[in-house]
């Protein structure tokens, strides 16, 4: 069913959601979903509200016109996103293959809903895999000498591919401030902890170190600030004394998996709004 996705945030006030559904309504929209929070710390208010479009009298552009009123009234940050214009998602990765590989499958499988019209690597492993999908592989190696031109050429295929969302399935590589800067929650990271605890490389071998009980799994989106990003999802399983770090690891891999995924797919059904360095998640 084609839908359009409606997301707000703006300063809480008494009549928002009366009279957000209420201009739907006068509209002929029919609501099929509709999620609402309050945060009483920071004073905002945040919506997401999926709308049958086969209902509204109103596409997008004539939405904007006559929604434009009513959002300056209420001082709304908007957006109205037609699920009809699949959402494109460029994949970035390195060596380590079981957050890609899950990735493709589940897109392949149509339990994503988006294209993915490029993978990126800094490495030549995974492009076997990447072609027998049908999807264009990017190969750009990244080495101290070279590393402002390589991101240069990234930045370059991310705007070519007219990416929508970036994702960083295990690519191990740290992305400079300025390409986060450009592109704001627009890029979706796995770390392979539960952070903010054993950040940084060798995660799972620092919890080792530490006999951690839990390990998990952090998908969150990328700043300027390595791995302390606004969380979307997070992954936990439990281990015990007996597990060594190739065990913490393969576990970890399963989380990994789980959390990227989900997290993924929550940014692609705008489940989810980001408030400073938090989330807002109508999972």
């Not at 509709?34 to 086969?54: C, M, N, Y």
């Not at 109205?80 to 998602?89: G, I």
């Not at 952090?218 to 999802?233: F, K, Q, S, W």
């Amino acid at each position: 069913m084609r839908r359009l996705i409606l997301t707000i945030s703006c300063p809480d006030r008494t009549g928002i959601v009366a009279a957000v559904t209420t201009f739907i309504a006068h509209h002929g929209g029919s609501v099929l979903e509709a999620s609402q929070f309050a945060d009483h710390v920071t004073g905002q208010f945040f919506q997401r509200i999926e709308i049958d479009a086969e209902t509204i009298n109103l596409d997008a552009s004539g939405f904007g016109v006559e929604f434009g009123p009513l959002a300056a009234e209420y001082s709304l940050n908007w957006r109205l996103r037609d699920t009809e214009v699949p959402q494109k998602v460029v994949i970035m990765v390195s060596k380590q293959s079981h957050c890609l590989d899950d990735l493709l499958q589940r897109w392949r499988n149509k339990e994503l809903e988006c294209d993915i019209p490029l993978v990126i690597s800094n490495h030549p492993d995974m492009r076997g895999l990447v072609e027998w999908h049908g999807i264009r592989y990017a190969e750009v190696p990244v080495t101290p000498e070279n590393r402002q031109s390589a991101f240069d050429e990234v930045t370059h295929l991310i705007e070519e591919a007219q990416a929508d969302v970036t994702v960083l399935a295990r690519y191990m590589q740290i992305v400079p401030p300025e390409v986060c800067e450009r592109y704001v929650g627009r890029i979706i990271n796995i770390h392979h902890s539960f952070l903010p605890s054993f950040m940084g490389a060798r995660p799972y071998h620092q919890a080792y170190e530490r006999g951690v009980k839990i390990i998990g799994a952090t998908c969150h989106y990328v700043t300027a600030d390595l791995d302390a990003g606004p969380i979307i999802e997070q992954e936990v399983a439990r281990i015990d004394h007996a597990d060594t770090p190739v065990d913490l690891v393969r576990i970890g891999r399963d989380v990994e998996r789980a959390a990227l995924a989900r997290g993924l797919r929550w940014h692609l059904e705008d489940r989810v709004l980001i408030s400073g360095n938090r989330t807002i998640v109508f999972d």
